[in-house]
T-cell receptor, first 115, second 111 residues
Framework: DTGVSQNPRHKITKRGQNVTFRCDPI?????LYWYRQTLGQGPEFLTY????????KSRLLSDRFSAERPKGSFSTLEIQRTEQGDSAMYLC?????????????FGPGTRLTVL | AQSVTQLGSHVSVSEGALVLLRCNYS??????LFWYVQYPNQGLQLLLK??????LVKGINGFEAEFKKSETSFHLTKPSAHMSDAAEYFC?????????FGRGTSLIVHP
């Protein structure tokens, strides 16, 4: 069982640069979620996929953010023209199909620092 | 819309003492409720979940939580704290495919 993996674990970038994060979910899970977490806060929902379809996006997800899951397996989250306010932990989670009661399995996160 | 309130951003206990972390939910229908734990620089790990099968839910690491509809609460308890329990704890409410997380409670355990 390989769990949810995220790469890179840490990313330091300069303001205005683009960054891309990758998430590999548990293989049999068809739902994949992206969250943002800042210090002292719980995870804030950004977007989620069922298979390759992006079903919902939060209003937190500005037009600088884009997420893809092209083959229904791994996903990428890209932030264009990064701002200092984008500094946060970006968490990915996956969940099996079926029930709303299914819990989510989280990856270790990617910590982004924008200088 | 669902919401979750965790009372107390920090809870401090002595090793061996009772742990009580509070969570209240707001929902028009009985929700699905979860407690997750997060250790530094790691993702969240499920401790336990309530899905209406039983009001007292037992989880991993000796934690349990009781669903009380009359109080709209789902408090997390552990009879005896261990140093390794020091972490951030999050209550979350389901009911759709997108859970709502509380702000978290940091558990501090003193020797």
């Amino acid at each position: 069982d390989t769990g949810v993996s995220q790469n890179p674990r840490h990313k330091i970038t300069k303001r205005g640069q683009n960054v891309t994060f990758r998430c590999d979910p548990i293989s049999e899970h068809n739902r994949l979620y992206w969250y943002r977490q800042t210090l002292g806060q719980g995870p804030e929902f950004l977007t989620y996929f069922q298979n390759e379809a992006q079903l919902e996006k939060s209003r937190l997800l500005s037009d600088r953010f884009s997420a893809e899951r092209p083959k229904g397996s791994f996903s990428t989250l890209e932030i264009q023209r990064t701002e200092q306010g984008d500094s946060a932990m970006y968490l990915c989670a996956s969940s099996p199909a079926g029930f709303q009661s299914n819990e989510q399995f989280f990856g270790p996160g990617t910590r982004l620092t924008v200088l | 819309a669902q919401s979750v309130t965790q009372l107390g951003s920090h809870v401090s206990v002595s090793e061996g003492a009772l742990v009580l972390l509070r969570c209240n939910y707001s929902s028009s229908v009985p929700p699905y409720l979860f407690w997750y734990v997060q250790y530094p620089n790691q993702g969240l790990q499920l401790l336990l979940k309530y899905t209406s099968a039983a009001t007292l839910v037992k989880g991993i690491n000796g934690f349990e939580a009781e669903f009380k509809k009359s109080e709209t609460s789902f408090h997390l308890t552990k009879p005896s704290a261990h140093m390794s329990d020091a972490a951030e704890y999050f209550c979350a409410s389901g009911g759709s495919y997108i859970p709502t997380f509380g702000r978290g409670t940091s558990l501090i355990v003193h020797p």
